[in-house]
């Protein structure tokens, strides 16, 4: 087999990988395309160089995937970026079974902010709901600052999740109270 052939299916009960290319005509890479790519047994990624990929050879393409309106140099860095998305959806990679779910996208919201130690850095301070120690409470703000963030930054993916019938009476409430341009700096808790 020269160094230009793909690799044949493997004979040890082992499919062939699913070949991924890096292209600007590719498929917009986004979450629901890390997990659907999570699910394959193999990837092999192909990395175009310099003007690209010989177009004959798109046709041994599983999945073309462009990361999104621009050009790089090379194939390595948006296969590196895929890869790392990709490999966050298999179960255990991230230690807690639950790490993945609550993230920027998964739910079709952007994540609520995060906090660590200590509780006060420099005269900011960590929102007192949090230190509360009321799950239910905790939970609420969470979403509700998932909310404010998403209107704010990303207004797109909160019409998508509006249209997908997943904003609750108590979230369109929340986003009422919001007053324009302060929508992220809410700390109440309803």
Not at 133 to 162: C, I, K, M, Y
Not at 163 to 171: E, Q
């Amino acid at each position: 087999m020269s160094e230009w052939e793909c690799p044949p299916p493997s004979t040890e009960g082992n499919p062939a990988p699913q070949i991924v290319f890096l292209a600007p005509q590719g498929r917009t890479f986004d979450d629901a395309c890390a997990a659907e790519l999570a699910a394959a047994d193999r990837l092999l990624f192909v990395c175009g160089h310099y003007e690209g990929i010989d177009e004959r050879v798109y046709s041994l393409a599983d999945h073309i995937i462009s990361l999104g309106d621009y050009v790089l140099t090379s194939g390595e860095l948006a296969s590196m970026v895929v890869i790392d998305a990709v490999v966050r959806k298999i179960p255990g990679v991230l230690g807690a079974a639950d790490g993945p779910i609550d993230e920027s996208f998964t739910s079709g919201l952007l994540e609520y902010p995060q906090y660590t130690r200590p509780a006060n850095f420099r005269g900011m301070e960590v929102p007192a709901v949090l230190l509360s120690g009321n799950h239910a409470a905790v939970a609420r703000w969470r979403r509700e600052q998932s909310l404010a963030r998403t209107a704010e930054a990303r207004p797109d993916l909160l019409a998508a999740f509006e249209k997908s019938g997943r904003l609750t009476a108590a979230d369109q409430k929340f986003l009422l109270s919001c007053k324009p341009g302060r929508r992220g700096e809410s700390e109440a808790v309803s």
